[in-house]
């Protein structure tokens, strides 16, 4: 859980957050300050925080704080093109590539290795089911599995 990305916000959530990576549960001794809360250590011996991306840079404001999530994952996403469609034939015959993306890497095709394809760069949103093409062969995705592989080959 995170720091809520708007409304009232305590030091108290921000440190269990920070200690325990969960937001409003777990215990805290006092005080807390907001150096501590920054730089790790202290008497509630906080770990340093969390470098990956993050909505806000946490600061001495309170508002540098919004959506802080400790437990973060820095995992970076792959960019691949690939046509889709409802059909191989049209999954081959796309006119333009789609932007999608898979977490582990891959040759050409994301279906050599299974990996699962998703529709944003953080790797979060699965792609919809059905055929996909990289131009020159076509698999059908369903459910982060690959199936169908065959030429893009049409006559």
């Given at each position: 859980?995170a720091?809520?990305d708007?409304?009232?916000?305590?030091?108290?959530?921000?440190?269990q957050?920070?200690?325990?990576?969960?937001?409003?549960?777990?215990?805290?001794?006092?005080?807390?300050?907001?150096?501590?809360?920054?730089?790790?250590?202290?008497?509630?011996?906080?770990?340093?925080?969390?470098?990956?991306?993050?909505?806000?840079?946490?600061?001495?404001?309170?508002?540098?704080?919004?959506?802080?999530?400790?437990?973060?994952?820095?995992?970076?996403?792959?960019?691949?093109?690939?046509?889709?469609?409802?059909?191989?034939?049209?999954?081959?015959?796309?006119?333009?590539?789609?932007?999608?993306?898979?977490?582990?890497?891959?040759?050409?095709?994301?279906?050599?290795?299974?990996?699962?394809?998703?529709?944003?760069?953080?790797?979060?949103?699965?792609?919809?089911?059905?055929?996909?093409?990289?131009?020159?062969?076509?698999?059908?995705?369903?459910?982060?599995?690959?199936?169908?592989?065959?030429?893009?080959?049409?006559?």
């Open positions: 859980m720091v809520p708007s409304g009232a916000i305590t030091m108290l959530g921000i440190a957050e920070r200690k325990y990576g969960t937001y409003g549960s777990g215990t805290i001794s006092s005080p807390i300050t907001m150096f501590e809360l920054l730089n790790g250590g202290g008497a509630n011996a906080f770990p340093s925080l969390n470098s990956c991306p993050q909505p806000n840079v946490p600061s001495y404001s309170m508002s540098g704080w919004y959506g802080y999530n400790q437990s973060a994952s820095c995992s970076t996403c792959n960019e691949i093109y690939l046509l889709s469609g409802r059909d191989p034939f049209s999954a081959c015959t796309g006119r333009e590539p789609f932007p999608y993306y898979t977490p582990s890497d891959f040759a050409d095709q994301p279906w050599r290795d299974n990996s699962p394809i998703y529709t944003d760069p953080q790797c979060t949103i699965e792609a919809a089911e059905g055929y996909y093409s990289s131009g020159s062969e076509y698999a059908f995705y369903s459910r982060s599995k690959w199936s169908d592989i065959g030429p893009c080959e049409f006559r």
